[in-house]
């Protein structure tokens, strides 16, 4: 019987022929990388379309334009980028030697690990799973696919788009749901990336030191906006409430709650609501929650922090079945499960604070988030960025940081576990081999031991 899920042992034989693959057919030099990522621009923007189409099946709603800004246009964004540079990324580095070691020259080339595993979430389904692909065939790698089972029509539709262009030996897909991950990640990959919830991560890591992995860990958390007292306020308001409404707050960087200064908040609140308002999209509406579980999950914490004493401020009704209203949950405890678990939907608590002190303290009190908000300048500026740890930060925006690809994205303690994205991405999914070419003649030679040579030698050492 088909189940369309991949069998734990046909993984490994997929593994196996990549492996075999890699070895038979050696490293693929710059052409072939280049040709790759052409390829694979090449076929998302012929499937565009099919791809729009699944992603609106498996949330229910999502507006083609979402689909092309915020999970399409990256991966294309990412290859152009990764194309542009690759040969300034692949030529050999060229490292200074020891005067002891002169004439001989050091070199560091980085090198494919070999094959990729890269499990992915279904937030965005396309990105998440395609940019660290076209990352693993710029360094030259290839790759096996785990897309998430919560967006089953995505991830057919990259299967079928995937398989066009390439071989099963080059890349593959695996479908099905946490049993399938985790036979996945429980196998010999030269690399593993995983974007998913904390929580998983720890499985996969843990599953990973078996094999003794290596694993880029792209995780969740809960990311902070504070507002300096010289904010643009009508800015922030306006960023805030786009990010909230695009794809649903459903984005791992999106604004998890605001803390802003108690004098500032009551207007602050005024014109969130209103900015939400505007921000809300006529027609059919914003992007639907993924699942009737998750839906239901959003509106018990909802509820929970009203029951504890929160205001709840409502936009655009209630919401109905997996129809999540946006809602600004005013003054939750630190107990609500708002300010404990990452909301991932389009609920923001939004927190009074004393003062600046006061807001980086509370940062500083919880896990280290994925992404963090600052926006004002001067010395409050200068003090959330050196007195506060997180995975990225954007200073009078939100989420922007993820379209410069020159940075490296990645989370830090329970947000992640290294970086991917431009020049960082290609290392990540490199190896990098140090090369030394001896000199056949040494211009120190090291002498007979215990040779007043050797004792010159061994004092220089010491100094
Ligand atoms: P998830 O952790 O539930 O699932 C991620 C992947 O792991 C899926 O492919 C799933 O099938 C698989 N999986 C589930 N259980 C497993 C198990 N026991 N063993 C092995 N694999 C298993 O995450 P999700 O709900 O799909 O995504 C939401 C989370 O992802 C949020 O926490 C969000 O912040 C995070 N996220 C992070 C980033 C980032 O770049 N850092 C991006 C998007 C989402």
């Not at 990412?78 to 580095?93: G, V």
């Not at 660290?132 to 089972?149: D, F, I, Q």
Request: charged share 20%; hydrophobic share 45%.
């Amino acid at each position: 019987m088909d189940t369309g899920e991949t069998e734990a042992a046909g993984l490994a034989a997929i593994l196996d022929a990549q492996k075999r693959a890699f070895v038979d057919e050696g490293i693929p030099g710059r052409a072939a990388r280049q040709a790759a990522l052409a390829r694979l621009k090449a076929a998302i923007r012929a499937r565009k379309g099919d791809l729009i189409r699944a992603a609106a099946a498996d949330f229910g709603r999502r507006a083609a334009d979402e689909t092309i800004i915020l999970d399409l246009g990256p991966v294309v964004q990412s290859i152009n980028h990764m194309r542009r540079h690759l040969r300034r990324w692949m030529r050999p580095e060229r490292r200074p030697v020891p005067v002891t070691l002169w004439p001989g020259r050091a070199r560091v080339i980085r090198q494919p690990k070999g094959v990729v595993g890269i499990m992915a979430p279904w937030n965005y389904p396309f990105g998440l799973s395609l940019l660290p692909l076209a990352t693993a065939l710029a360094a030259g790698n290839r790759a096996m696919l785990k897309p998430s089972e919560l967006a089953p029509e995505s991830a057919r539709a990259m299967a079928a788009m995937l398989a066009g262009c390439f071989a099963p030996e080059e890349v593959a897909v695996a479908t099905g749901g946490a049993d399938v991950g985790a036979a996945f990640a429980a196998l010999p990959f030269d690399h593993l990336v995983f974007t998913g919830s904390t929580e998983v991560g720890r499985k996969v890591m843990r599953a990973a030191a078996e094999n003794l992995v290596p694993v880029t860990l792209e995780l969740g958390g809960k990311s902070p906006v504070i507002l300096g007292r010289d904010a643009d306020f009508a800015k922030a308001a306006r960023d805030i409430a786009w990010a909230k409404i695009a794809n649903a707050g459903q984005t791992c960087i999106a604004p998890d709650y605001v803390l802003v200064h108690e004098d500032d908040a009551e207007a602050f609140v005024v014109r969130l609501t209103a900015a939400l308002r505007r921000a809300l999209p006529g027609g059919p509406g914003m992007t639907t929650i993924i699942s009737d579980r998750h839906a239901a999950r959003l509106r018990a914490l909802a509820a929970e922090a009203e029951a504890g004493g929160a205001e709840t401020v409502r936009i655009g009704g209630g919401g109905a079945g997996r129809q999540v209203a946006p809602a600004l949950i005013i003054g939750a405890a630190a107990s609500a499960g708002v300010m404990r678990e990452e909301i991932f939907g389009p609920l923001l608590p939004v927190l009074a604070c004393r003062d600046l002190s006061e807001a980086i303290a509370r940062v500083g009190a919880g896990p280290r988030p994925l992404a963090l908000y600052y926006y004002g300048g001067g010395e409050g500026r200068d003090a959330v960025l050196a007195r506060t740890i997180s995975g990225n930060v954007t200073v009078n925006g939100v989420m922007t940081h993820y379209a410069v690809e020159s940075l490296p994205f990645g989370g830090i303690g329970a947000s992640g576990i290294g970086a991917y994205h431009g020049r960082e991405g290609f290392e990540a999914m490199s190896h990098a081999r140090g090369v030394f070419l001896e000199p056949l003649r040494s211009l120190i030679p090291l002498g007979r031991p215990g040779g007043r040579f050797a004792k010159l030698f061994a004092r220089y050492m010491m100094r």
